[in-house]
Nanobody, 123 residues
Framework: QVQLVESGGGLVQAGGSLRLSCAASGSILSINVMGWYRQAPGKQRELVATITSDGSTNSADSAKGRFTISRDNAKNTMYLQMNSLKPEDTAVYYC?????????????????WGQGTLVTVSS
């Protein structure tokens, strides 16, 4: 029904930058909230940042001042610009779409997750 595909992960040195993208596809009417979450080895998945359909954002303290979340509602695409990366940012980054309204099931909302993209920051 809804597919999320992340891209842009990779290996970068500490202090470097990466830009993650998440493209949502399907018979989508609207997406309430989109967000980035990450899971480091041996740790629980944690919030990185979220953005609502009207552009309101929320970020984890670890992301503030370094990461910028944005989205293009017309393209159902979300981005995460990550600057000043640190080794502790190493994780699999997951895209989430929360409160998705589909043309095929009006009035119902669902959540969807991507498969994740690996970000590795070397020291």
């Amino acid at each position: 029904q809804v597919q999320l595909v992340e891209s842009g992960g990779g290996l970068v040195q500490a202090g470097g930058s990466l830009r993650l993208s998440c493209a949502a596809s399907g018979s989508i009417l609207s997406i309430n909230v989109m967000g980035w979450y990450r899971q480091a080895p041996g740790k629980q998945r944690e919030l990185v940042a979220t953005i609502t359909s009207d552009g309101s954002t929320n970020s984890a303290d670890s992301a503030k001042g370094r990461f910028t979340i944005s989205r293009d509602n017309a393209k159902n695409t979300m981005y995460l610009q990550m600057n000043s990366l640190k080794p502790e940012d190493t994780a699999v980054y997951y895209c989430a779409a929360l409160g998705v309204q589909l043309r095929t099931t009006p009035g119902r909302a669902l959540d969807a997750w991507g498969q994740g993209t690996l970000v590795t920051v070397s020291s």
